[in-house]
């Protein structure tokens, strides 16, 4: 079993590691993990969390329980700009940490989110309901995620092989567009943010017109991780595990399933992504579409449109942009 967030929040994993375990109030997650790394002038934070009282708190009490202040924290690297790992970093360069690292493509699509939410909201609204699902009151779901973030400009773009420290970045694109894993090279272990986690399937999606291929994107950023190897994976969600191998495979083996299932959906003839998403087992223990909540309806079409389009890219299907709502056919 996980072990509670409240009671044990922070913990020693060797080699001048720290796991934080950052709350996430009310997510069926419970806890995003903020990783300190020793460095030989202070501390490398990744990933920090939503913005949110209880989240700065735990983090204080994080570094106090190693005997250290936020102070002795020199830069931030988040692994990609969801508000869990991105949200409270502009609070914390304001208390004085120096550094922000994260990737170009992510920075360049969150300034754009937040440079106006409503209408970013509104267009992915809208894209869900060109694939095929409409829904009616998403907005103060949508609301709650803008209060726990903030825009805030990296003071350095990483790019893949950036030596930061005693950590080499890994672009791993797929779950967003500029996803970073950081290997460890005094221990050989690899952070591997939402890129990787255990047992959770992280969310490939395709929320904008113009994400283009991001299961294909996702599919081979795994092959990227398994072939460089570590020898131990700390995801952003849940707790550290050693087999990255083991783990690369079943979430291969899994959307491999995946595309069988969507393309056995589309035998009956063209559907939008909603109407194959509807014909889809969701969640592990394979509930029926209409029993999840609109919120997640949504991410399950966005994941069936990642499916759908990679099969595009692919040659096995078509899709109809004229037809509204867009349709896909088997080639
Ligand atoms: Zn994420
Ligand atoms: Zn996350």
Redesign the pocket.
């Known amino acids: 079993m996980p072990i509670d967030a409240d009671l044990e929040r922070t913990t020693a994993l060797g080699d001048g590691i720290i796991q934080i375990r950052l709350p ?1 109030a009310g997510n069926p ?1 419970r806890y ?1 993990n903020g990783y300190l790394v020793e460095e030989t002038g202070g501390y490398t934070l990744i ?1 920090c969390g939503w913005k949110a009282p209880d989240v700065l708190a735990a983090l204080h009490a994080g570094l106090a329980a190693c005997g250290i202040t936020l102070a002795d924290v020199e830069r931030i690297l988040v ?2 700009f ?1 508000f ?2 991105y949200g409270l970093a502009g609070t914390l360069m304001r208390a004085g940490v120096a550094e922000l690292g994260m990737h170009r493509l992510d920075w360049n699509f969150v300034s754009l989110i937040l440079s106006d939410p409503v209408r970013s909201d509104n267009a992915a609204d809208e894209w869900i309901a060109r694939n095929g699902l409409r829904v009616e009151s998403l907005l103060e779901d949508e609301i709650d995620h803008h209060r726990r973030t903030e825009l805030a400009q990296p003071t350095r773009e990483l790019e893949d092989g950036d030596e930061v420290g005693r950590l080499v970045t890994v672009w791993t694109p797929g779950h967003s567009p500029g996803h970073l894993c950081f290997v460890d090279t005094k221990s050989g272990r690899m952070f591997t ?2 890129h990787i ?1 255990d047992p959770v399937t992280p969310h490939v999606g395709i929320w904008h017109d113009v994400r283009g291929d991001a299961l294909g994107e996702y599919n081979a950023s795994l092959r990227k991780v398994a072939a460089i190897g570590a020898s131990g994976v700390l995801p ?2 849940g707790e550290p595990f050693a087999d990255l191998e083991r783990r690369v495979d079943e979430l291969l083996a899994h959307h491999a399933t995946r595309d069988a299932q969507v393309i056995a959906a589309l035998r009956a003839g063209p559907r939008s992504a909603g109407d194959v998403a509807r014909a889809l087992p969701w969640t592990r223990r394979g509930r029926a579409f209409a029993e999840l909540s609109e919120a997640h309806q949504q991410f399950a079409v966005a994941e069936t449109l990642a499916h759908l389009e990679n099969l595009r890219v692919r040659g096995v299907v078509t899709r109809d942009r004229e037809a509204d709502p867009i349709v896909y056919t088997l080639v």
């Open positions: 996430m997650m995003v990933d692994t990609h969801h869990d790992h943010g939402d986690l952003a969600h």
